[in-house]
């Protein structure tokens, strides 16, 4: 390895080091204010995951700060977070999370939680099954609540779905969960898995890393079946989990407020989706014009993408014609 690769992973190495400390920090910050302002939240993946994993656990870099915050407390996370000199992002593409950030010499993101993907229940029935065996840790002098260690391995399981199994260091943190944990563990997560109707999601993230299908198959978690897990399986494009969305919303009204709100979002969206639009009127009226457009370039793949799912099924028509 040349000396320059090498200078450029010890750069790489500091800079993850100086990130970690200042999402440390940060974190310490919001716990003394969430205290303060009696917001109850779980501290989810970074240095929870990092300290139960890894050996080193600056080893696992963390990009941003995961917070699951109890039903009811949302509004004073919220005003927590602005106090503290944050903003909310536009709305993506996420309904489990909103997204703050705080400009700085490195941005700090903090995704606040209320839910977790791949759960079927509620959040307020979700929230006392996911915060029971809860327990603490210690980062930068404050105590921080954090999943025990079911809930944390349901959490493993889950965070793949996101990504259709594709993130090297999900795939790793859960590849590490299923050495270090005994089956004992496991077993209380698929307990808690069918208690949040996440069975099948857990049985699908499993199966996304070596070791993992046996360990499905050893729990008893089915193999997916419906078309929205089946669509996180097969990575489709964007657009795919838009027509679901679509095709899932029941009633003409909500379909069209979705159609709405997908053809016409709001301005700081735009803002986010199609950089012009960050300099002018101009550039915003731009992006309005192009983004029907951008859609329907971008529609064919993803209904090519979501009739093969749909298709394959149980209940699709791959699915009719076996039966036939």
Not at 212 to 220: C, I, N, P, V, Y
Request: charged share 25%; hydrophobic share 45%.
């Amino acid at each position: 390895m040349s000396s320059n690769a090498l200078d450029k992973q010890a750069l790489g190495r500091r800079l993850f080091a100086v990130r970690a400390l200042l999402l440390d920090g940060t974190l310490a910050e919001i716990a003394r204010t969430f205290r303060e302002k009696d917001v109850q939240s779980l501290l989810l993946k970074g240095p929870a995951f990092a300290r139960w994993l890894y050996e080193e656990p600056r080893r696992r870099a963390y990009l941003d700060i995961d917070l699951l915050v109890a039903p009811g407390s949302f509004d004073a996370a919220e005003s927590a977070l602005a106090d503290l000199g944050f903003r909310s992002l536009p709305r993506l593409f996420a309904a489990h999370h909103t997204v703050w950030q705080r400009d700085g010499l490195l941005d700090v993101d903090v995704d606040l939680h209320h839910g977790v993907v791949g759960v079927g229940v509620p959040h307020e029935v979700a929230w006392p099954y996911l915060a029971k065996g809860a327990e603490t840790i210690e980062v930068f002098g404050e105590r921080l609540v954090v999943p025990g260690l079911p809930a944390m391995a349901l959490t493993l399981g889950l965070q793949l779905l996101q990504d259709g199994g594709a993130n090297a260091k999900h795939r790793e943190d859960l590849r590490r969960a299923l050495e270090k944990a005994d089956f004992g563990v496991w077993q209380a997560a698929a307990t808690l898995a069918r208690e949040l109707n996440a069975h099948e999601a857990l049985g699908l993230g499993l199966r996304f890393v070596p070791g993992g299908r046996e360990m499905a198959d050893r729990l008893q978690l089915p193999a997916p079946a419906s078309r929205r897990l089946l669509l996180w399986a097969s990575r489709p494009p964007a657009t795919a989990g838009g027509i679901e969305r679509l095709v899932s919303t029941k009633g003409a009204v909500g379909k069209l407020r979705l159609l709405r709100e997908k053809l016409a979002p709001s301005p700081e969206f735009m803002r986010w989706w199609f950089p012009p639009a960050r300099r002018s009127r101009w550039g915003l009226a731009a992006g309005y014009a192009w983004r029907p457009i951008w859609l329907a370039l971008k529609l064919p793949g993803g209904l090519r993408a979501w009739l093969k799912v749909a298709r394959s099924a149980p209940g699709g028509s791959a699915a009719k014609r076996d039966r036939a």
